[in-house]
């Protein structure tokens, strides 16, 4: 990782002190952490758009009707999955539109 503009001896020092960067466990973690945080703070602020919403109701509402008819594992599963997402789209939907 020579840059070129610091002396040998400076780079060699500089690279040491990145290889034990890369080979601490703690800080990996730490900034793994760090990051995971960052996407769930995204994720929460993140206010959907109502096209969105009423797609995740319609995919919902015919993983419903299907499961309900053909009594399929991997449907009723999916419905499973799909409608907890539509429930919060929906409320946040509507948390943001009574909003003064």
Request: aromatic share 8%.
């Amino acid at each position: 990782m020579s840059t070129d503009r610091l002396p040998e001896h400076e780079q060699r020092v500089l690279d040491e002190m990145e290889a034990a960067l890369r080979n601490d466990r703690r800080l990996k973690t730490r900034m793994w952490a760090l990051r995971a945080r960052r996407r769930v703070h995204a994720v929460l602020t993140h206010t959907p758009r109502p096209l969105t919403v009423a797609f995740f109701a319609t995919v919902s509402c015919t993983l419903l009707v299907i499961g309900i008819r053909t009594s399929a594992p991997g449907v009723i599963w999916a419905f499973a999955c799909m409608w907890p997402l539509t429930l919060i789209g929906f409320l946040r939907l509507l948390c943001r539109w009574t909003e003064p």
